[in-house]
């Protein structure tokens, strides 16, 4: 790491300990919090972080005056599960009727602007399996307590599940080897950020309607290179967490997340990009190499702001960035 980027990493970083919730609540005066966890088909898991936001954050505290999981299509019991736990659940298609929803990640996040009402947005994966309420509170942190700060990026040891074992900073692999080489070549001024990808974030409401928001999983990437394009990396601060285990994905998953990712840098550097990507992925089997190539959507949608402007194409961003 250079000193200039040693510098922001010292200035805008802190742990989650550093934001107790006495502080906080002293610090939130008139602002209000909204809460958001994307769903798709976490049953297993959406209700216990909800219980645990709702009766520490919310009921008991009031730290949180929002706290909504935005239902990605899910066909299990995530909506049943997130209602009985005390969240209010909105599903993609019940907010901006008129723009078709389409599938993924960013979609639903682009949707929560809509369906929420808070000056800041705290966003929280659904499928975490060791949830504790600091995620919420680290986040807010620096956001609460200091005006130039507009976006909270989370940083945290990646665990990965195996059928097997917990592997220690097994985890990041698409951050590891794209998101971080890609970073290094186009965008430095992100170098010092720990996990740029993580789901963890938050931000504040009149910053994230000023950004387009790509549909799938490139959403993480873009808020960032399009914040330090617009406010310079002292806007954004990074948060210790502690410990995040996530489950593994297929290597062939990871890929299609890859290349969203690569697409949407390529849109902010280029000024455009395709509106899909034909990604041949290969494997033998006995003599013959199968391929299978997979439609990979890299669409984005406007920001939330120009939706009022009557020049804004509704729901498509084009190669504007």
């Not at 947005?121 to 919420?136: G, H, I, M, Q």
């Not at 005006?147 to 990965?160: H, I, M, P, W």
């Amino acid at each position: 790491m250079d000193a200039i980027a040693q510098a922001w990493f010292d200035r805008r970083s802190s742990h989650a300990r550093d934001w107790p919730l006495t502080r906080l609540l002293d610090a939130k005066g008139a602002s209000s919090v909204s809460v958001v966890l994307p769903a798709l088909n976490e049953q297993a898991t959406v209700g216990r972080i909800v219980e645990r936001i709702r009766r520490d954050l919310l009921d008991r505290h009031h730290l949180v005056d929002e706290l909504v999981v935005m239902d990605s299509g899910s066909t299990d019991a995530t909506v049943e599960v997130a209602a009985a736990a005390g969240a209010i659940v909105v599903r993609r298609e019940d907010v901006l009727p008129a723009v078709a929803p389409r599938a993924g990640k960013g979609e639903v996040l682009w949707r929560s602007l809509a369906a929420t009402s808070g000056d800041v947005l705290v966003f929280v994966d659904s499928d975490l399996r060791d949830f504790s309420t600091v995620f919420v509170t680290g986040l807010l942190g620096p956001l609460l307590t200091d005006d130039s700060v507009q976006f909270v990026k989370a940083t945290y040891d990646r665990a990965l599940q195996t059928p097997d074992a917990l592997v220690p900073a097994g985890g990041g692999r698409v951050t590891e080897l794209v998101a971080r080489p890609l970073i290094a070549l186009e965008w430095p001024e992100l170098s010092w950020l720990v996990q740029p990808l993580a789901g963890e974030w938050a931000v504040r409401r009149d910053l994230f309607e000023r950004l387009s928001v790509p549909t799938g999983y490139a959403v993480e990437m873009a808020a960032l290179i399009d914040t330090v394009r617009l406010l310079g990396p002292d806007a954004i601060a990074q948060v210790d967490l502690g410990r995040r285990a996530h489950r593994p994905q297929a290597l062939r998953d990871l890929g299609a997340m890859a290349a969203q990712i690569l697409a949407t840098s390529h849109r902010r550097s280029t000024g455009s990009a395709p509106d899909h990507l034909a990604l041949d992925q290969h494997r033998k089997s006995g003599d013959r190499v199968e391929t299978l190539r997979r439609e990979i959507p890299i669409l984005e949608r406007p920001p939330a702001a120009d939706l009022q402007s009557p020049e804004a194409p509704l729901g498509e961003a084009g190669s504007r960035a």
